[in-house]
């Protein structure tokens, strides 16, 4: 589990011990960010670098986390199942509700499992261990997109460019 670096996130790592204590035998690495909280049912450490992080996700069966882009994106790229809570602002986790934008975007697309709330949590980290690991998705940018971007940004019409990755057409 990770919250981040920058804002307390009590809401999800009070949920994931819960959960955690629960049921004996839970495996559960937190980093748990600048909080006084100290959980008493998972293993955590406020802070990692991004190296054991890293490392961290990559050992993983599933991530939860906070909806921040780069967990998301690296969880996605892995390959593994991930479960966000995002942070709002309204409850002082953040500065604005664009984690909450996100979620629900994602969420959409069925890419990630995402709980709005505490119940919703403690229902999908049950679920966790039954979701099946996504394909991962690419580090880059399909060839297709990066030109038609350039184009747009060079002001020039957007062409079809057939890209030998995916046959498509911008």
Known sequence: MTVGTQLAFDRLIMGVDEWAGAAGG????????PT????????????????ECHERMAAAKAVVAHAGMGTIL???????????????????????????ATAHRFAELGSI?????????????????????PQPISHWAPDDFVFGLRAFIA???LLPVASEESHSVV
Do not use: C, W
């Open 26 to 33: 839970r495996e559960v690495f937190a980093q748990i960010g």
């Open 74 to 100: 690296t969880a996605l790229e892995m390959g593994k199942p991930l479960l966000v809570m995002p942070r709002r602002a309204a409850l002082g986790e953040h500065r604005n509700d664009h984690q909450l």
């Open 113 to 133: 499992k995402v709980a709005f709330d505490g119940a919703e949590l403690l229902l999908r980290l049950e679920e966790l261990d039954r979701v099946v690991a």
């Open 155 to 157: 002001g020039e019409p």
């Open 36 to 51: 006084r909280l100290r959980p008493r049912h998972i293993e955590y450490a406020q802070f990692v670098s991004p190296e």
